[in-house]
């Protein structure tokens, strides 16, 4: 503590008079500071916790597979849990959008016509939190891009989007933290964003896959691995986006609603094609500091 003044309104210094009055009183404000501590005064320890967010995307043959079973989108594939970023078929509803902030520069302004293929999709999941403030640590994006099923070499192909070179990194990926308002919750334009990265270059952040050269399958066992389904996948992950950002510090109040998206485009340009969500395997992670309870 700098100072007593902190916790006492008497003054003791030269030139003033020191006597057993102003002495009780400062001692008896001293007490009472000592029993009832403000928050603010205390040096609170923060304990790390970390929500993690992981699936399999549908291949192109489970969409063949399964079409029969699951009513796919029209085309013949399911893209959940990615949702088109505009809710489509009215211009009139009140919740028409699921992020804002994210349309991306080459695209034309959504419509009541929103589908998939036209813009971009994203994958949303909603956290609440508790009666205690939380503060965003760290925000970690894991898009795995596999030698086989899952392809994605992060950059413009011969036809790029208007403004883009072919042959560059791309750099129409948005990940967003948003929070809910607390008097239209589920009104996303009236939401406050509280973290939003994009226009990045991938090549920032690419992890290249070690070249290690293809594995031999064991076929010593019983029923055999079926080989022929493996080719391909001996090499592993070929080029991966790790996509980090560290020390955020951004305070959450207590009761608050966050939203975690991954918003990639869904224009039927390279090179995330007609499929998006089948050119990679996403893990995202988001690292919260919460502090430590004595009760």
């Known amino acids: 503590m700098a ?11 030269d030139g003033t008079t020191i006597d057993g009055n102003r002495l009780e009183r400062a001692v008896q404000d001293l007490e009472n500071y000592i029993n ?4 603010g005064d205390f040096a609170n320890r923060w304990l790390q916790s970390q929500v993690v967010l992981k699936y399999l995307p549908w291949t ?3 969409d063949t597979a399964f079409a029969s079973y699951i009513l796919p989108i029209a085309g013949g594939y399911n893209p959940f849990p990615y949702m ?5 078929g009215n211009a009139s509803l009140m919740n028409s959008y699921r992020a804002k902030g994210n349309r991306l520069d080459y695209q034309t302004p959504f419509t009541s016509s929103g589908l998939y293929g036209t ?3 994203a994958w949303t999941t909603g956290l609440s939190t508790g009666r205690d403030p939380v503060i965003i640590d760290a925000v970690d994006a894991i898009l795995a891009s596999y030698t086989k099923d899952y392809v994605n070499p992060y950059v413009y192909d011969s036809a790029p989007p208007t403004n883009r070179i072919a042959g560059n990194p791309i750099d129409n990926i948005h990940l967003q933290i948003t929070m809910d308002s ?7 334009i009236s939401n406050s964003v509280l973290w939003h990265k994009y226009n990045f270059d991938a090549s920032s952040y690419f992890v290249q896959g070690s070249g290690t050269g293809a594995v031999t399958f064991s076929s010593d066992m019983s029923p055999a691995i079926d080989t022929g389904a493996l080719t391909g996948m001996g090499n592993g992950f070929s080029t991966t986006l790790h996509i980090k950002d560290s020390n955020l510090r951004i305070p959450v109040p207590p009761f608050s609603r966050l939203r975690f998206s991954l918003i990639l485009p869904d224009d039927g340009l390279a090179p995330w094609g007609a499929k998006p969500w089948q050119t990679m395997i996403p893990t995202m992670t988001l690292t919260l500091l919460e502090r430590l309870q004595s009760d």
């Open 36 to 39: 009832n501590v403000p928050d």
């Open 84 to 88: 088109p970023i505009y809710n489509s």
């Open 182 to 188: 607390s008097f239209n919750p589920n009104i996303q």
């Open 60 to 62: 192109a043959a489970a």
């Open 119 to 121: 813009h971009q999709v």
């Open 3 to 13: 100072s007593i003044r902190h916790f006492t309104t008497e003054q003791f210094s």
